[in-house]
């Protein structure tokens, strides 16, 4: 069965800590991995799609990576705007995606 | 662009109401989705629409019908909802068709209220 484990659950930082969300994850033949961030009563906004282990991809203080097994974001520096709940999702069929339970992230002033 | 607008933002209804949700978008995507979510839980899948066609049905309750009148709108018809329904109602689309198009784009959302 397709699975996809969020840790930590929650994770608080103060600005400028720097920090990485983890996203392990079990898929029969991966589509693609999917990182959102989400605000409170928003819809998720797209971050990154990463398709095969070893991609890389950038946006401001985020980073996001990808092994056979897990996805790191890798958050440099952040300031409190940075504060939400950040999903991961894998795409395993078509049009599917299994979702982890969410960080959430809070950065403190 | 990669804007998918929903209305309204807030809904309230009684059980006994018949309600509409809408969703739009203009970025030319042939796959539609809508999600229900709860308080701290993930997106969960209702329905998938690819090329208007219905694709995907998550076993969802008949109380909620979906409609796809052209690629570029999505609705989803209330009826006789109960207040477990209350939730936060999520449309996404996909570009479809290409490989590495799968990427879905959410909405801002609905939150209806059953009262």
């Known amino acids: 069965e397709d699975q996809v484990t969020q840790s930590p659950e929650a994770l608080r930082l103060q600005e400028g800590e720097s920090s990485s969300l983890n996203c392990s994850y079990t898929?029969?033949?991966?589509?693609?991995l999917f990182w959102y961030r989400q605000d409170p009563g928003k819809g998720p906004e797209f971050l990154f799609t990463l398709y095969s282990a070893g991609e890389e991809k950038e946006k401001e203080r985020l980073k996001a990576t990808l092994t056979k097994k897990e996805s790191f974001l890798h958050i440099t520096a952040p300031k409190p705007e940075d504060s939400a709940t950040y999903l991961c999702?894998?795409?395993?069929?078509?049009?599917?995606?299994?979702f982890g339970q969410g960080t959430r992230l809070t950065i403190n002033p | 662009d990669t804007e998918v607008t929903q209305t309204p933002k807030h809904l309230v209804m009684g059980m006994t109401n018949k309600k509409s949700l809408k969703c739009e978008q203009h970025?030319?995507?042939?796959?539609m989705y809508w999600y229900k979510q709860k308080a701290k839980k993930p997106p969960e899948l209702m329905f998938v629409?690819?090329?208007?066609?219905?694709?995907i049905n998550e076993s969802v309750p008949s109380r909620f019908s979906p409609e796809c009148p052209n690629s570029s709108l999505l609705n989803l018809h209330l009826h006789a909802l109960q207040p477990e329904d209350s939730a936060l109602y999520l449309c996404?689309?996909?570009?479809?068709?290409?490989?590495?198009?799968?990427?879905?784009?959410f909405g801002p959302g609905t939150r209806l209220t059953v009262l």
């Open positions: 996404a689309s996909s570009q479809e068709g290409q490989p590495n198009t799968d990427t879905q784009y």
């Open positions: 629409y690819s090329y208007e066609k219905l694709s």
């Open positions: 898929v029969s033949g991966l589509r693609g």
């Open positions: 999702a894998v795409q395993a069929g078509a049009q599917k995606l299994v």
């Open positions: 970025m030319g995507h042939r796959a």
